[in-house]
């Protein structure tokens, strides 16, 4: 039976290492390990070139040379006759290659080491099927296209996200109907800052500690890379892998000791993919999915993940455009506070636009802004009643003019303080509009 490559694919996911045998012109064999074997197309397949070895020295002398990959599910072992046909350091296989020696490199923490030179493209010649290494032999078919029900699944998911009628319950009930549905059963979504280039912690599903809030440089991690090249990025085999959060705390200096909130994460992931969330050609954010067991996210797994992060990104979109459109005037009631213990000692720092109460870190950047405004106002006048126009009306929160995102970051400040469990508040009073909740009395003595 004739074997073709696209039914290895998953043979080429980096689950399990591959190798390369080469001969020199005068007989000499050599086998190396490869980090990543790619599927160019029915006909091609590349490698990695990093290191000035006898691998490459030997393709010089004589192009031929056998790969060969492993099933990562039974084990079982194909070797590809080759023929080295050129080199190439840049275009579409070496962007989408480098990238993946990026995701390698982001957790080794061996940036320079890692970096790919450039990629060798092979004919493929003929592909055998070694005999004898395991009695489970999986029927061999083409890569398997969207059935029915899984048509049917994307449906269902589809049309109860279209429900929901604000971006907080997006967010909560997205996860939630991508555990029941699909079965993952960890995951975190993250909105982009594009001023500062980092990602914000919106809503997270499966661990202890949400992690509202916590954020992630581009370029940092796998997520970092999902939001740096804007594509599905993912990682299989991770027992020699450091997880994302200790990386970038060992990358952190002694001298850099600003507040940071803990990315929620799995101790030991075994597996991690993270997708970009995209509408009418604009990033908005990155949704990551990790799992204890080692799971390949193979093309079905990718068709469901690309297809949930473009409804998201739709639906981002939308209700912020409702959110931005809507032109509601606010009724401003006067409350007087109560005399009241315990005393909240609320510090903001300008220059850093941090947030602290009772000298706990609780958030940075415009929702700070936002926040030390409304406590401010409320301080001043008993003023508890606010509305999203007035805040987009305030010249003092420098609110960007294109696009403000103040719907997601009052989500954000609001889970924010729900989180640190705060005497602090924030709740929906109507459309647009919502209520300041303080249950103490507010000392600014130390603030600005």
Not at 170 to 187: A, I, V
Not at 251 to 270: C, D, W, Y
């Amino acid at each position: 039976m004739s074997i073709k490559l696209a039914q290895l694919d998953c043979c080429f996911e980096g689950v399990i290492p591959s190798t390369i045998a080469t001969c020199s012109q005068d007989g000499t064999p050599n086998a190396s390990y490869l980090s990543h074997v790619y599927r160019v197309d029915e006909k091609h397949v590349a490698t990695s070139f990093q290191f000035f070895n006898r691998t490459r020295a030997n393709l010089m002398e004589n192009p031929y040379a056998a790969i060969r990959v492993r099933h990562p599910v039974n084990l079982q072992s194909y070797r590809l006759r080759t023929k080295y046909v050129r080199s190439e350091d840049q275009g579409p296989v070496f962007d989408q290659m480098s990238v993946k020696m990026d995701v390698i490199a982001a957790y080794e923490g061996m940036g320079s080491i890692f970096k790919l030179k450039a990629v060798d493209i092979y004919e493929v010649l003929e592909i055998e099927q070694e005999e004898g290494e395991t009695d489970y032999h999986p029927p061999m078919t083409d890569c398997p296209s969207e059935s029915r029900e899984d048509l049917e699944l994307l449906r269902v998911i589809s049309d109860k996200m279209n429900q929901v009628m604000s971006l907080e319950e997006l967010f909560d009930q997205s996860m939630q109907l991508l555990n029941r549905y699909l079965g993952w059963t960890h995951m975190i979504l993250l909105l982009a800052d594009e001023d500062e280039k980092l990602l914000v912690t919106h809503a997270s599903f499966g661990y202890a500690v949400g992690g509202v809030g916590a954020e992630v440089k581009w370029g940092e991690g796998l997520i970092g890379l999902c939001a740096e090249h804007r594509r599905l990025l993912q990682v299989n085999a991770m027992a020699e892998v450091f997880r994302y959060a200790k990386a970038v705390k060992l990358g952190v200096s002694s001298e850099a000791l600003t507040p940071r909130i803990p990315l929620p994460g799995l101790t030991n992931p075994a597996s991690q993919v993270a997708a970009p969330i995209k509408a009418h050609g604009e990033f908005i954010g990155v949704l990551a999915v990790e799992s204890e067991t080692k799971r390949n996210w193979g093309p079905r797994d990718q068709l469901f993940l690309s297809t949930i992060t473009n409804m998201l990104g739709v639906g981002i979109s939308a209700l912020e455009a409702k959110g931005r459109a809507m032109k509601v005037a606010s009724q401003q009631d006067s409350h007087t506070l109560k005399e009241q213990n315990p005393i909240l000692r609320v510090r903001y720092v300008p220059g850093d636009d941090f947030i602290f109460v009772n000298d706990q870190y609780l958030i940075k950047n415009i929702p700070a802004r936002i926040l030390w405004y409304l406590l401010q106002t409320f301080s001043k006048s008993g003023r508890s009643e606010f509305s999203n126009m007035e805040l987009r009306a305030e010249k003092s929160l420098n609110l960007p003019e294109i696009k403000d995102n103040l719907e997601t970051r009052l989500i954000l400040l609001r889970k924010r303080l729900e989180e640190q469990a705060s005497a602090i508040r924030l709740v929906s009073s109507g459309r647009g509009k919502f209520r300041l909740e303080v249950s103490g009395r507010l000392d600014f003595s130390s603030g600005e």
